[in-house]
């Protein structure tokens, strides 16, 4: 696609639910980052893939949070058991070689 | 760990001022240091980025200095426009192969008053 795309834009649910955030990349970027931002925050790094290495996980906060990335194309964060605190907007940025981080528009994380 | 410190959190400049926000960052392996523009409800965009082998980058009204002995850089706006009120994000990352994981500072707000 043109950019990187990112579903759903706007997601509410309860407490202890699980979710599940979707980022498709540009079409042919090697890279793809997770990272979150709070209200009125930076960005924090979550999870990062470079093509079939292992991803880089150390921004993970808790065990609650994992992701996929099938295919070296999409990506899938997944939060379970959610908590009032993972509220954020949750973005996905992609890149390709020394090519700088592309973003999606996020998806909004509402937890009630 | 790593860790990127941004000032000021708040800028306000009269139109046709220079702005400028300072970034420290603590790894001193971190190489490539991008600057992103965040408007109200959008999604950061780059707007200039500097690897470590270079000291000034410009592109029109933009320019960003690196010093790496400080593990310093900062990003310089001459002639503010309105349209130029956003938040600012620097980041910072150490990478051999691609740009990899940015470690971003807390942001700027800046306003330009008309």
């Known amino acids: 696609g043109a950019g990187v795309s990112q579903s759903p834009s706007n997601k509410v649910t309860e407490k202890g639910k699980d979710v599940e955030l979707r980022c498709d990349p540009i079409s042919g970027h090697t890279a793809l980052y997770w990272y979150r931002q709070s209200l009125g925050q930076g960005l924090e790094f979550l999870i990062y893939?470079?093509?079939?290495?292992?991803?880089?996980k150390s921004g993970l906060p808790s065990d609650r949070f994992s992701a996929e990335r099938t295919g070296g194309s999409v990506s899938t964060l997944t939060i379970q058991r959610t908590q009032q605190e993972d509220s954020a907007v949750y973005l996905c940025a992609s890149s390709s070689g020394w090519q700088p981080q592309h973003f999606g528009d996020g998806t909004r994380l509402s937890i009630l | 760990g790593e860790n990127v410190e941004q000032h000021p959190s708040t800028l306000s400049v009269q139109e046709g001022d220079s702005a400028v926000i300072k970034c420290t960052y603590s790894?001193?392996?971190?190489?490539?240091f991008p600057w992103y523009k965040q408007e109200l409800g959008k999604r950061p965009q780059l707007i200039i980025d500097?690897?470590?082998?270079?000291g000034e980058k410009k592109d029109q009204r933009i320019a960003v200095t690196l010093n790496k002995t400080a593990k310093h850089f900062s990003l310089h706006i001459t002639e503010t426009q309105p349209e130029d009120s956003a938040v600012y994000f620097c980041a910072a990352s150490k990478s051999s192969s691609n740009t990899g994981k940015l470690i971003f500072g807390q942001g700027t707000t800046l306003q330009v008053k008309p």
């Open positions: 500097i690897r470590s082998n270079v």
């Open positions: 893939f470079q093509g079939n290495s292992a991803p880089d």
């Open positions: 790894d001193s392996a971190s190489n490539y």
